[in-house]
């Protein structure tokens, strides 16, 4: 299952400029992004990956997925609970 999504960083809420710096704040600690839905029918969304779904895929749109399309990256948190960015 894939879930579309938008990633701030959790600490000011500010936009995440490239996809180096998502997997930058990510494999720093994964409660540094905060994740978003972009559908109003994405009733996990949001939070950070502490509480999200293992085995979900989430697209992420960045830096804004409203405003700002410059890069794609795909985020799971597998089964086995490992954290998962491409």
């Known amino acids: 299952m894939y879930v579309n999504v938008g990633a ?5 809420k500010s936009d ?26 994405n009733a996990t969304i949001p939070g950070t990956l502490d509480i999200m779904e293992k085995g979900v895929k989430y697209s992420v ?3 804004n ?12 948190i597998t089964h086995s609970g490992a954290i998962r960015v491409s």
């Open 16 to 41: 995440i400029p490239t996809k180096k710096a998502l997997k930058d704040a990510i494999a720093a600690n994964p409660t540094n992004v905060y994740f978003y839905g972009t559908s109003e029918f």
């Open 8 to 12: 701030k960083y959790n600490a000011d």
């Open 61 to 63: 749109t960045g830096p």
């Open 65 to 76: 997925p409203y405003t700002n399309r410059k890069w794609y990256a795909t985020v799971e």
